[in-house]
């Protein structure tokens, strides 16, 4: 039998769980150190729980443990970057554990039902200005509190930058809808086509008094950025976020023979996959930076490579040539330097250094923007942006908070969806008449040493590509249970703690001493020496 474990040495990577056939040990998972991943999640997400309860087939409460990082978990498994893999132990031995498509597995399993309303429900209402991840996220913890929400969104259906702004080859509307359905199901109310600021169909005194007494202030930055070059009103000339969104709407442009795309990032990636899935006979990618920092993420720039887009890394653009009104070429300089002295963006073009692109769609994706000027009416700005006092989101007016790339600039969906989580915990603290005040999170060590050397290496799962799908037919098929079972053993539960559930069937086959990379464990050799007694059915001796 299992004489010892030595907590001091164990690191929690699963062994002695994963080689024991009679299911002796379990893991204690809820340790102070975080693993390198959960460190590395935006949300916070117990990524090293909810993956021990998958290698168990628990899969109901793995994905509670996921939904207390994310509300929609569907979402992020498609569209999240995952910094959690690059900083998974797994990295340094073979490949990181594909949590990216784990979380999608789950996601997808939450989308088959519909929550329940709380028992609680306030009086007080709440109003969300903005239908993107943010503002999805502030009415989903909104409405579990039983707060009476309203999403106010200016395009005709919710979803914001979720649904007009990323490809539906990465996201399908059926999920959108799946989780807007969930939003319905919980009591959030949405009302499209209705702009809130001044002159518009609201603003936000009027919210006020409508009854509101929080609004939460999430419009994201749904305008693309333009350069002062000649040539930039010809035809066929368009912005990533606006080709994006004529896609989504049923209002594509016919597609370009030839078509050149100006950006690095994934708005640009976006744009140049969507144009080779429209029929474009050549896409070109051209950026400002070199390959090794273009600042789209690597994965989406292998899709691109994989589907025919070429790159034309540090270039920068001139003008636009035109024939007849319609954009023909691009003409770029050689991009020489990115950064000043100082470490400003500032970058050189050499003039001497001329590349001709003929095209006759060309998109630039450099950049979001908007104008929050009438939407944050009263209410203080930081340059182009709102201005918040720290995690509790407030802005200078009364009773009105601002989540999202209109207080952060473009990030990613994972951090809209946190700003919105914190901004929905400050205003039910103010609906409820408590003070509200900025915290900082506890700071908490994360876990350094794992041994390594001795794990064995297991290939990583991948999802499975659809390279033939249209624009609308999602790109990937998520996992299936085997699948996810088998990419969850993969994970070495960083910070873990072993210990014996079942010692008592324990066999003394020394699988788990064996196996432990920390050599934490040790078996007694002697079980089969022990006496055993048996008894009568009167309880004497036999």
């Known amino acids: 039998m299992i004489r010892h474990i030595d907590s001091e040495k164990c690191t929690g990577c699963g062994q002695c769980f994963k080689s024991c056939s009679l299911d002796v040990f379990r893991l204690d998972t809820r340790q102070t150190e975080l693993s390198p991943c959960m460190a590395a999640c935006p949300a916070g997400t117990d990524i090293r729980t909810y993956n021990h309860l998958l290698q168990q087939n628990r899969l109901e409460e793995a994905l509670e443990v996921l939904k207390k990082g994310t509300p929609f978990p569907a979402l992020t498994g498609r569209v999240c970057f995952h910094p959690c893999e690059s900083k998974c132990t797994r990295a340094s031995m073979d490949e990181s554990v594909n949590i990216n498509a784990l979380e999608q597995f789950l996601g997808d399993l939450d989308l088959q039902e519909l929550p329940s309303r709380p028992a609680v429900r306030h009086l007080s209402r709440a109003a969300v200005v903005g239908s993107g991840p943010a503002g999805l996220a502030a009415a989903w913890y909104l409405a579990l509190e039983g707060w009476p929400v309203t999403v106010f969104e200016a395009l005709p259906k919710p979803g914001g930058m979720l649904r007009y702004g ?44 409508l009854g509101y007494r929080a609004v939460l202030l999430a419009p994201g930055l749904s305008a693309g950025k333009k350069l002062p070059l000649e040539g930039m009103e010809l035809e066929g000339v368009f912005t990533g976020v606006e080709f994006l969104r004529d896609l989504r709407t049923g209002n594509a442009p016919a597609a370009g023979r030839r078509v050149c795309v100006v950006g690095g990032g994934n708005v640009a990636i976006d744009a140049a996959i969507s144009a080779k899935m429209l029929g474009a006979e050549e896409v070109h990618m051209c950026c400002l930076e070199d ?180 624009l609308f037919d999602e790109a990937v098929a ?65």
């Open 166 to 209: 990323i490809p539906a080859y990465r996201l399908p509307d059926s999920v959108i809808d799946a989780h807007i359905r969930k939003l319905e199901a919980l009591g959030v109310e949405f009302c499209c086509n209705t702009r809130i600021g001044e002159g518009c169909n609201l603003n936000l005194a009027d919210l006020h008094d």
């Open 291 to 470: 390959r090794e920092h273009m600042p789209a993420f690597e994965h989406n720039i292998k899709d691109a490579l994989e589907r025919g887009v070429t790159l034309h890394p540090t270039l920068g653009p001139a003008r636009i040539e035109g024939k007849n009104g319609k954009a023909c070429a691009v003409e770029f300089h050689v991009c020489t330097s990115l950064f000043n002295a100082e470490g400003k963006f500032s970058p050189v073009l050499d003039e001497t250094q001329t590349v001709r692109i003929e095209a006759d769609q060309i998109i630039f994706a450099i950049g979001q923007t908007g104008d929050f000027a009438d939407i944050a009416s009263g209410v203080d700005m930081r340059g182009p942006r709102i201005l918040v006092s720290g995690s509790s989101m407030r802005t200078s007016r009364e009773a009105v908070f601002a989540a999202g790339d209109a207080v952060t600039g473009p990030a990613s969906v994972i951090q809209a969806i946190v700003g919105g989580r914190d901004a929905a915990h400050a205003m039910s603290r103010a609906l409820n008449g408590l003070l509200v005040e900025d915290e900082t999170p506890a700071s908490r060590p994360v876990v350094e040493h794992m041994p390594i050397d001795k794990l064995p290496h297991l290939p990583r799962n991948e999802r499975r590509a659809n390279m033939n799908g249209g």
């Open 478 to 542: 998520g996992f299936d249970q085997l699948d996810a079972q088998a990419e969850a053993m993969r994970c070495l539960t960083c910070g873990s703690k072993a210990s014996i559930r079942y010692g008592d069937d324990c066999m003394t086959c020394f699988s788990c001493e064996l196996h432990c990379p920390a050599d934490a464990i040790d078996v007694h050799p002697f079980k089969e020496r022990l006496p055993y007694t048996l008894y009568d059915g009167e309880g004497g001796r036999i």
